[in-house]
């Protein structure tokens, strides 16, 4: 499939997909382009703030708490990390450790660890690891592959 990318300095932003079939590439696309945008409530210094799902760079859970991490601030959530799991499920979320959820589209570099673990650098700098229980199921994501293949 051919991509075609421009920015623009002025107008409205739009998507324009041509396709011939609709193949797996497209059809995610197709669904990329076609779901609400989606929003999340956040909590910091007593100030409730709405949150695009898009702007998580990731959630984790500390002390029984949830919080969600952007790239300018941490907000608390009032939700479970198994909850935050199933309502950014339609995103290109991934759990990646007990107490760890990462968006996958904020990830800009991967390493790999002893011990079959993963360094996910994400694009605040961050490091998130990958654990070995995780770090399989991870690999198979990226490559496409669904986890019941």
Do not use: W
Request: one cysteine or more; hydrophobic letters at 35%; charged letters at 30%.
């Amino acid at each position: 499939m051919k991509y075609i990318i421009q920015k623009i300095t002025d107008g409205e932003d739009e998507l324009i997909l041509r396709y011939r079939s609709v193949t797996e590439e497209v059809d995610q696309a197709l669904r990329f382009m076609s779901r609400p945008q989606k929003k999340l409530l956040g909590i910091k210094d007593d100030q409730k703030t709405v949150i695009d799902f898009q702007s998580i760079l990731y959630a984790e859970s500390v002390d029984g708490r949830s919080f969600v991490y952007t790239q300018e601030d941490v907000f608390g959530v009032e939700y479970t990390l198994s909850q935050l799991e199933q309502i950014l499920s339609d995103v290109n979320f991934f759990r990646c450790s007990k107490s760890v959820i990462i968006n996958i589209d904020k990830v800009s570099k991967l390493k790999s660890l002893a011990s079959n673990r993963i360094d996910a650098t994400m694009c605040s700098g961050e490091h998130i690891i990958i654990s070995r229980t995780y770090a399989s199921a991870f690999r198979k994501r990226l490559k496409g592959v669904s986890d019941s293949e």
